[in-house]
């Protein structure tokens, strides 16, 4: 069960509410929009926000996350175009739409006291080297049992971030297509093309891992059981096999060894690719 900070309580507030995401799904590489997560049709123009103390900033829905520092704490709504409530130490409610950054006090304060509901900690996961305006979060994290628990979005713009996942625990991204058109998220060994423009996301398979590009652009990645493939407009293609990765192994009480994949697909001068 997760714990919240506050009890919501009733104020005067904006009385639209947002719509059922719609999704659609296509295939990589052909150019039409994928199942990105849309906003509510009234988000984008939704009436200004309250004033917010210092030190708090509404996040733009049109907008992708902006940047913010390790004294400052994320909160995203549980839906794209929904609120993210504040309560005041007298009960006074304050809903923002669809988020916020804060400076923090102290680890997980707001200025003012302010409380919040925890599910709304948002966290980036992996920047990356390459520069990238989209990022990847978790939020309503989950304690207990064998790891931490979250759900896991794709967050091209405030409004248009796609839920990957609603239960996530290990999270890995590679951002380091060189025409940045693809992120490769893997979550708990479960491997996705995301289209970074859109949000739209593509299954690869299992146990993937150890992504690279090609000259060209094109995606090859390995297998756990030493697979060496490439991403083409049809789907994977299987180049051959090699050596064999290790599984991840362990538990909580003597530590985990994470998977180790086979080496990453390498090209030469002419661009053919080599694996082993």
Same mark, same amino acid.
């Given at each position: 069960? %997760? ?8 104020? @005067? ?26 906003? &509510? ?15 708090? %900033? ?18 995203? &709504?549980?839906?794209?175009?929904? &609120? ?8 006074? /409610? ?20 302010? @409380? ?5 900690? &948002? ?11 989209? #990022?990847?979060?978790?939020? @309503? ?21 796609? /839920? ?14 060189? #025409? ?11 491997? #996705?093309?995301?289209?970074?423009? *859109?949000?739209?996301? *593509? ?10 590009? @090609? ?54 001068? *002419?661009?053919?690719?080599?694996? %082993?």
């Amino acid at each position: 069960m %997760r714990t919240y900070l506050v009890v919501l309580l009733a104020l @005067a507030s904006c009385d639209d509410k947002s719509s059922p995401a719609a999704t659609t799904a296509v295939k990589p590489g052909s150019g039409e929009a994928g199942s990105a997560t849309r906003p &509510a049709p009234d988000a984008a123009v939704a009436p200004p926000g309250p004033k917010l103390p210092a030190g708090i %900033r509404a996040l733009v829905a049109a907008d992708p996350l902006p940047a913010h520092g390790p004294d400052e704490l994320l909160l995203l &709504a549980a839906t794209p175009g929904g &609120a993210v409530i504040l309560e005041t130490h007298n009960g006074k /409610r304050i809903e923002v739409r669809d988020g916020l950054v804060a400076t923090t006090t102290k680890p997980y304060e707001l200025p003012g006291d302010l @409380a919040y509901d925890r599910a709304d900690i &948002a966290e980036l996961v992996e920047t990356g080297e390459l520069p990238h305006t989209a #990022q990847v979060v978790t939020r @309503a994290e989950e304690s207990g049992g064998d790891f931490p628990h979250h759900e896991v979005w794709f967050v091209p713009t405030v409004a248009t971030r796609t /839920r990957l996942v609603e239960d996530g625990s290990a999270i890995r991204v590679d951002w380091n297509d060189p #025409q940045h058109r693809w992120a490769v998220v893997v979550i708990d060994e479960k491997a #996705q093309l995301i289209d970074v423009k *859109t949000g739209a996301a *593509t299954p690869i398979g299992d146990n993937v891992g150890s992504p690279s590009y @090609a000259p060209d652009g094109t995606l090859y990645y390995r297998t756990l059981d030493g697979g060496a493939w490439r991403w083409t407009d049809h789907g994977p293609e299987k180049l051959g096999k090699g050596r064999r990765g290790k599984a991840s192994t362990g538990n909580l009480n003597d530590g985990i060894e994470p998977a180790r994949y086979p080496r990453p697909v390498k090209f030469g001068k *002419t661009g053919k690719p080599s694996f %082993r």
